[in-house]
């Protein structure tokens, strides 16, 4: 069973910048590609980007490519999604997902999200 758990969410102007984590446990971490997806309020649950095991390959929604950068510390069992130049459509809660292979959709663990809020 692996346990996820996300932190540096907060309060940020437009322009601005936050690093979230996520860090992992009760598993080996380096067996699964990280996810990072994000929910608005009154939204579904959208994709954000993925970084395979290795963390040689990274994939990102079309809304945040260019902005947001996902990367891996497997030594820290830790993945991290890097947002520049917020904006207030970036607001809503983060979530980090493991899934125990590179390809396909399926998630097999999630974390409890971490909440970011954009002001304009």
């Known amino acids: 069973q692996v346990q996820l758990v996300e932190s540096g969410g907060g309060l940020v102007q437009a322009g601005g910048s936050l690093r979230l984590s996520c860090a992992a446990s009760?598993?080996?971490?380096?067996?699964?590609?990280m996810g990072w997806f994000r929910q608005a309020p009154g939204k579904e649950r959208e994709f954000v980007g993925v970084?395979?095991?290795?963390?040689?390959?990274?994939s990102y929604a079309n809304s945040v490519k260019g902005r947001f950068t996902i990367s891996r510390d497997n030594a820290r069992n830790t993945v991290y999604l890097q947002m520049n130049n917020l904006k207030p459509e970036d607001t809503a809660v983060y979530y980090c997902?493991?899934?125990?292979?590179?390809?396909?959709?399926?998630?097999?663990?999630w974390g409890q999200g971490t909440q970011v809020t954009v002001s304009s």
């Open positions: 009760g598993g080996a971490f380096d067996g699964y590609a």
């Open positions: 997902a493991a899934k125990n292979s590179d390809y396909g959709t399926s998630y097999n663990y």
């Open positions: 970084v395979t095991r290795s963390g040689g390959r990274t």
